[in-house]
């Protein structure tokens, strides 16, 4: 199968492999997710004959499937067209969902005529192929021809019928153009049938597609269908600066998700007081500068002040409450006196492991380096204890007795003496000096 239904002119298929027939990647847009698919339906279930179609760009037709064909979501079929012919789309829903997309676009069941001819066949298919390839050429020899005749008019898309024998141009102009002159052109140049359907252009920008300056693909070209009106209100209401560059699409018409917080910021502003401009005070009249809908905050000012002073909402229907009785509040707002010494703050909770800081390991750490630190430097003495080992006093040792003695006296702990007999003079000279290390009265005796 193949991906050139897509609006993008084709795409390399992605994701399960399946050469571009399960509508991946760019090829699913507008798609619908049958959440009924994995269900089973009754023994005496009969399925509904009535199969959603999907084209290119957004087009989506229903057609009968009266052959009773087995259909699933992906699948290439040829389709009966209102001009004669056939083309081949891709099939995009079945089952009882098609029942409600029908409910959704108030579409009545008596009123689907068209059918389904057969599943699209491997001529069908290299037909469907090279008459879309055919597409972009032929839309810039369209415009060449436009422009020699001084039409104002911009050919947007070209969308060939399945069977190669018609083309469908869309194109977008500011008013009423006389086109008959080039569809005779036309018609001698590409030897088929001429259709010109004219669109606006948030349409142009579905068929396009692009990306808008949110960083991410245009509403209009993945999800959104229906186009409803936006209105400069739908900014005003949510503080935006009324910039048409800012506020204005790839189409050149206002962004279509101005709509989608605009019953959220609508809900918030039913308790936010209407004409509140200015506000009079003993000190003077305060003027509006800001509203905060949702911390329900409002900004004022004096005049020749650069100090804004924030209000709650209660406070400002209070101090507009008092106006309209002709009463002028001393101050704006009312300062909170607070007790210097606040009551404990209880917790609610208690901390069973006993880390308080984030940084206990860093200072414990700090405190060993520092401590290795000083016993590196600590200077070295006939008193002093090696790094890492207490500092103890050093005792006196006693001398060594010959080793067939058995009578020989222990050392003042009652430990034997070292024996006498070694291997080596290096190895007996290194023993005694370390056992007499920390007794520098005491003479050594003879080798």
């Given at each position: ?7 993008t002119g084709g795409c390399a298929p992605a994701g399960c492999k399946s050469n571009g027939s399960c509508l991946t990647n760019g090829c699913s847009k507008l798609d619908v997710y049958d959440w009924l698919s994995h269900m089973d339906m009754p023994s005496n279930y009969k399925p ?123 194109y977008t102009a500011e008013g009423r153009v006389d086109f008959r002159e080039l569809i005779k052109k036309m018609a001698e140049t590409f030897r088929i049938r001429i259709e010109m359907r004219q669109i606006g252009m948030r349409q142009e920008a579905s068929r396009l597609g692009g ?139 208690e901390n069973v492991v006993g880390q308080d800081s984030l940084t206990r390991l860093d200072n414990k750490n700090n405190r060993n380096k520092k401590n290795n630190r000083n016993k590196k430097n600590k200077p070295k003495g006939p008193n002093s204890s090696a790094p890492g080992e ?58």
């Amino acid at each position: 199968m193949g991906c050139g239904s897509c609006s993008t002119g084709g795409c390399a298929p992605a994701g399960c492999k399946s050469n571009g027939s399960c509508l991946t990647n760019g090829c699913s847009k507008l798609d619908v997710y049958d959440w009924l698919s994995h269900m089973d339906m009754p023994s005496n279930y009969k399925p509904f004959n009535i199969i959603e179609i999907k084209f290119k760009g957004s087009r989506k037709e229903f057609y009968l499937n009266t052959e009773n064909l087995y259909l699933e979501a992906g699948e290439l079929v040829a389709v009966e067209t209102t001009t004669g012919g056939y083309d081949i789309g891709h099939v995009s829903l079945t089952g009882e969902l098609v029942r409600m997309q029908l409910k959704k676009r108030h579409v009545r069941t008596e009123d689907v005529v068209k059918k389904i001819y057969r599943k699209a066949t491997p001529g069908d298919v290299d037909k469907w192929k090279i008459s879309k390839d055919l597409e972009f050429e032929t839309m810039h020899k369209s415009r060449v021809l436009a422009k020699e005749l001084g039409l104002a008019m911009k050919l947007s898309d070209v969308d060939y019928q399945g069977d190669r024998t018609k083309a469908t141009f869309y194109y977008t102009a500011e008013g009423r153009v006389d086109f008959r002159e080039l569809i005779k052109k036309m018609a001698e140049t590409f030897r088929i049938r001429i259709e010109m359907r004219q669109i606006g252009m948030r349409q142009e920008a579905s068929r396009l597609g692009g990306i808008g300056s949110c960083g991410r693909e245009l509403c209009c070209s993945t999800w959104l269908t229906d186009f409803k009106t936006v209105s400069t209100s739908a900014a005003r209401y949510q503080n935006l600066s009324l910039n048409t560059l800012k506020l204005a699409g790839q189409c050149g018409k206002l962004k279509c998700c101005l709509n989608y917080e605009l019953d959220t910021y609508m809900d918030a502003l039913k308790d936010i007081p209407d004409n509140v401009e200015r506000l009079e005070t003993l000190t003077g009249t305060v003027r509006h500068q800001k509203t905060d809908i949702f911390k329900k905050l409002m900004w004022f000012s004096y005049p020749n002040d650069e100090n804004w002073i924030a209000l709650d909402i209660a406070r400002v229907k209070e101090v507009q409450k008092l106006n309209r009785e002709g009463i002028k509040p001393e101050y704006l707002k009312i300062e909170v006196e607070t007790n210097k010494t606040a009551p404990a703050k209880v917790l609610d909770y208690e901390n069973v492991v006993g880390q308080d800081s984030l940084t206990r390991l860093d200072n414990k750490n700090n405190r060993n380096k520092k401590n290795n630190r000083n016993k590196k430097n600590k200077p070295k003495g006939p008193n002093s204890s090696a790094p890492g080992e207490s500092a103890q006093r050093p005792q006196q040792v006693a001398a060594p007795r010959p080793a067939n003695n058995p009578q020989a006296p222990k050392g003042p702990e009652g430990s034997a003496p070292p024996s006498a007999e070694r291997t080596g003079g290096q190895n007996r000279n290194n023993n005694r000096r370390k056992n007499y290390r920390g007794n520098n009265n005491r003479e050594r005796p003879s080798e």
